[in-house]
């Protein structure tokens, strides 16, 4: 396993304060199929409603999503968006006792018109934009940076979401930056698309994206000058410039910039990339990853959230699947175990049932069929178990296996009903049971499941056990002795 994967697997909860402009997102799903008789515009007729937040919203979601203990801290309206944006905020696991309520000014929200037309995937169609952009009341403004300074104590790290809707203001940036680098505590900040980035100076990381950082940079076009610039500018320690599908550059201070690549998408929506990005920067410095792990795990995130549509936090064992993926492809079925519990914690996030059996399957025949369609209909996962060579001669005798544990674990891979192939050298599947926790398991056979030898430790981890229909006809052992039988000649 790589060290980055090994890091993964030690997350644990850490703390950050989330300042920056908290955004609903609305997504209004219905059918497009029809054109207005009045104009020639499409017709929308909306079937639900979908509410997320946006902006800082979304950062301090996908924060939750990699373990973080995350406090809310910026301006809502007193309407009914901030009411929805509360909720949205609380239901992804974050503290809003931070979220100033402004009476004079609306909840910024983000109103996008989603239509399926021809029974073909969702698109937007239109965005309505609910927001003001006049400069916060002298009131408010004060009201977010005592909320700010009084919830910096005890933070792993600051993140500030600039989106340029007046929250984060020079003199509240300035405030924050210096109170957190006074107590020892990162900042992090993903910069609204300005001319000026003074305000974020002193930061311990930016990470625009390539436009943004043009903007600042004055007509500067090369990234790696961009980040140099920035760099000195802004005196950070890292600025990390996002390049769409080429991954990243990385510019350390006192370092050589570096473009970290990523894998190539198919891109659904690109809304809320810069924001996971900005969070799992944020998870991995707060784990003391290297910049460039960071970076890298980043690149892993922001990948799966351009793959879905709208905004959405991806969970940290989906985000280790895709690490898995992307260092070590996989080109079928088998698996060792510490990288099966990786993909296995991912299944878990995604509500499924997973099943796990084992046995030799040499000579796999219409019976093994059979069972593992029955074992695969049992939950949404089957892992499958198999004996390593010697343990197979141990069981069967001399002779045995006919097929080595490759071929083995090939045929089985070539099974439909199998999700997953993973080898076990011990005698019995004690160890593979506990390293898998399966929700089920199962094995074939006439007998009661108080037979299996694993049974007392099934019952031990209060995993169920299950025994599944005999599918009677020619074992392993008998088709061997046919075999044998007929090569020598004794059978007509």
Not at 107 to 121: D, F, N
Request: charge should be negative.
């Amino acid at each position: 396993m790589s060290d980055l994967l090994t890091s993964l697997a030690g997350f644990g909860a850490f703390k950050v304060l989330v300042i920056g402009d908290f955004m609903l997102d609305e997504l209004v799903h219905g059918d497009a199929s029809r054109l207005s008789p009045d104009a020639p515009v499409p017709v929308l007729t909306v079937d639900r409603i979908e509410r997320t937040g946006g902006g800082a919203s979304n950062v301090a979601a996908c924060l939750a999503g990699l373990g973080g203990l995350v406090q809310c801290c910026g301006v809502i309206g007193a309407d009914g968006g901030g009411g929805h944006l509360r909720t949205a905020v609380e239901a992804s696991g974050c503290a809003v006792d931070g979220l100033v309520i402004d009476a004079d000014r609306p909840t910024t929200i983000k109103r996008s018109l989603v239509g399926l037309a021809q029974h073909r995937h969702p698109q937007k169609m239109f965005r309505i934009d609910i927001e003001s952009s006049s400069p916060l009341s002298e009131a408010t403004s004060s009201a977010v940076r005592e909320r700010a300074l009084a919830m910096l104590a005890g933070m792993d790290a600051v993140c500030i979401e600039d989106y340029g809707k007046g929250v984060c203001t020079p003199e509240l940036c300035r405030v924050v930056i210096d109170a957190a680098k006074a107590a020892g505590i990162p900042v992090l900040v993903d910069p609204a698309n300005i001319d000026d980035y003074e305000r974020y100076a002193g930061a311990d990381v930016m990470t625009p994206n390539r436009t943004e950082a043009e903007r600042a940079c004055g007509g500067l076009v090369d990234p790696a000058a961009m980040a140099a610039d920035l760099l000195e500018r802004c005196r950070l320690d890292a600025i990390v410039i996002t390049l769409d599908k080429r991954g990243a550059l990385l510019l350390e201070r006192g370092g050589e910039a570096e473009v970290i690549a990523t894998s190539e998408r198919e891109v659904y929506d690109v809304t809320g990339a810069g924001d996971m990005v900005l969070a799992a920067i944020t998870a991995a410095r707060c784990h003391d990853l290297s910049w460039p792990e960071a970076v890298t795990l980043s690149n892993a995130a922001a990948g799966l959230e351009v793959e879905t549509f709208g905004a959405h936090a991806i969970p940290l064992a989906k985000v280790a699947q895709e690490v898995l993926r992307l260092q070590s492809p996989q080109t079928g079925k088998v698996r060792n175990l510490r990288d099966l519990q990786l993909e296995l914690g991912a299944h878990r996030e995604a509500g499924h049932r997973v099943v796990l059996t084992n046995g030799c399957f040499d000579v796999i025949h219409a019976g093994h069929v059979a069972y593992l369609r029955d074992a695969r209909e049992q939950g949404d996962v089957l892992i499958v178990g198999i004996n390593c060579d010697e343990q197979v001669g141990r069981m069967k005798g001399q002779g045995r296996p006919v097929y080595g544990l490759d071929d083995r674990m090939a045929i089985l891979s070539e099974l439909a009903c199998v999700d997953y192939v993973v080898p076990f050298g011990e005698p019995t599947a004690t160890e593979l049971i506990e390293s898998t926790r399966p929700d089920l398991y199962v094995k074939g056979g006439d007998y009661a499941v108080e037979d299996i030898s694993e049974y007392p430790f099934l019952m031990e981890l209060g995993i169920e056990c299950r025994v599944l229909a005999h599918h009677p006809g020619l074992g392993s052992t008998d088709i061997v002795e046919r075999v044998r039988e007929a090569g020598s000649g004794t059978r007509a």
